[in-house]
């Protein structure tokens, strides 16, 4: 299965963008881009996810490298609320959701 | 709307007792999957179920069995409790289990054994 690689915490000050990148050099063509993200004492929630076009929602924004071997969540707008564990995970599209394989993400601090 | 509820939110067991983690989810979602969370880690699938009436092995499977009681509800049960299975739980649940559905996750069981 393809790995991915996340730098272990990142920190960012309120109401400034904050890109947190992740490396997937072994990645298939067939593999989806999946973020979570953990808030203190709460489960996983979806951020956002896509294929090989840079993505955009409510939440935040997904861009993806031309060769797919990396790719960077950029919120916009950090708020407190934003701290929590990032998890950039990689899901094959000819497979079952099950193979969501959730690493130990990036610990994103928010400062005031 | 509730999303996935699970209960207890907190337990304490004794080693070799027996327990039941129940999961309810109000989606309509066909697929669910249960996960546990040790300290400074990352979650690992125990048990899912594609579809109501099917269920199959994750990654950790050992020392829990599961029942999908209907389409709503996905229970894992821990027959035997050890020291070693003390972690938080999470269910989660998605439209269906292809690559590209996001899972929805409830708020986890805190659950100690000793």
């Known amino acids: 299965d393809a790995k991915t690689t996340q730098p272990n915490s990142m920190e960012s000050n309120e109401e400034e963008p904050v890109h947190l990148p992740c490396n997937h050099s072994?990645?298939?063509?067939?593999?989806?881009i999946h973020w979570y993200r953990q808030l203190p004492s709460q489960g996983p929630e979806y951020v956002i996810h896509?294929?090989?076009s840079n993505v955009n929602n409510r939440m935040a924004s997904l861009a993806i490298a031309e060769d797919r071997k990396s790719s960077t969540l950029i919120l916009h707008r950090a708020t407190l609320r934003d701290a929590a564990v990032y998890y950039c995970?990689?899901?094959?599209?000819?497979?079952?959701?099950?193979?969501?394989?959730f690493g130990k993400g990036t610990l994103l601090t928010v400062n005031p | 709307n509730a999303g996935v509820t699970q209960t207890p939110k907190f337990q304490v067991l004794k080693t070799g007792q027996s327990m039941t983690l129940q999961c309810a989810q109000d989606?309509?979602?066909?697929?669910m999957y249960w996960y546990r969370q040790d300290p400074g880690m990352g979650l690992r699938l125990i048990y899912y179920?594609?579809?109501?009436?099917?269920?199959d092995k994750g990654e950790v499977p050992n020392g829990y069995n599961v029942s999908r009681l209907n389409k709503r509800e996905f229970s894992l049960r821990l027959e035997s409790a050890a020291p070693s299975q003390t972690s938080v739980y999470f269910c989660?649940?998605?439209?269906?289990?292809?690559?590209?559905?996001?899972?929805?996750f409830g708020d986890g069981t805190r659950l100690s054994i000793l």
């Open positions: 896509g294929l090989t």
């Open positions: 072994t990645i298939s063509g067939t593999d989806y």
């Open positions: 179920s594609a579809s109501e009436g099917t269920t």
């Open positions: 995970i990689l899901n094959d599209s000819g497979g079952s959701n099950y193979k969501l394989t």
């Open positions: 989660a649940s998605s439209e269906v289990d292809w690559s590209n559905q996001p899972q929805h």
């Open positions: 989606m309509n979602h066909n697929s």
